[in-house]
């Protein structure tokens, strides 16, 4: 948890800033899950990880696990999808873009605030292993 009065109150961090390291966690875990399930190799683990770093997989993702977010995660995700001034990706329609930058400052901010328990529950729902629809039979975990 962040108690250190110097640093930046989390309130006064951009949805962009939280999207750029929200960036950043779904990279390491997404690397984490590919390694662990035993995937050789840089190439294809670089591969593998487009099915989970990419604007249209992200937006992909935050459907999954909408329903499960609480008031302030949610909150979250729309500051982070409504922030404008990035340009698109030709991969990636505009909303694509907006739900996948949405989806990293939620990322971004729960990492941030140290509730690295709930990121991961949701990277499970947002991307899960067996290929059902994450909701089914997911259970929301309160925070």
């Known amino acids: 948890m962040r108690e250190d009065k ?14 750029y390291l929200g960036d950043a ?7 984490q ?10 190439g294809q683990l670089n591969k593998e990880a487009l099915g989970f770093v990419t604007a249209v997989a992200q ?9 499960l977010l609480t ?11 409504n922030q404008h ?5 030709k ?3 505009a909303g694509q873009y907006r739900r996948a930058t949405g989806f990293e400052a939620l990322l971004g901010y729960l990492w941030l605030v140290g509730d690295h328990d709930r990121l991961k529950y949701l990277f ?13 039979g997911a259970e929301t975990e309160s925070v």
């Not at 966690?25 to 690397?31: G, H, K, S, V």
């Not at 937006?59 to 329903?67: D, T």
């Not at 499970?124 to 089914?136: D, H, I, L, Q």
Request: charged content about 30%; aromatic content about 2%; some cysteine.
């Open 6 to 19: 110097d640093k930046t109150p989390i309130g006064e961090i951009s949805s962009c800033e939280l999207a």
């Open 25 to 31: 966690a779904c990279e390491i875990l997404t690397r």
């Open 33 to 42: 899950r590919l390694v662990e399930n035993g995937i050789h190799g840089v």
């Open 59 to 67: 937006s992909e993702a935050i459907e999954r696990i909408l329903p």
């Open 71 to 81: 008031e302030k995660e949610t909150e979250i995700y729309k500051r982070g999808r």
């Open 85 to 89: 001034g990035a340009s698109i990706p």
């Open 91 to 93: 991969s990636a329609s």
């Open 124 to 136: 499970s729902v947002a991307y899960p292993e067996n290929g059902k629809k994450a909701t089914e």
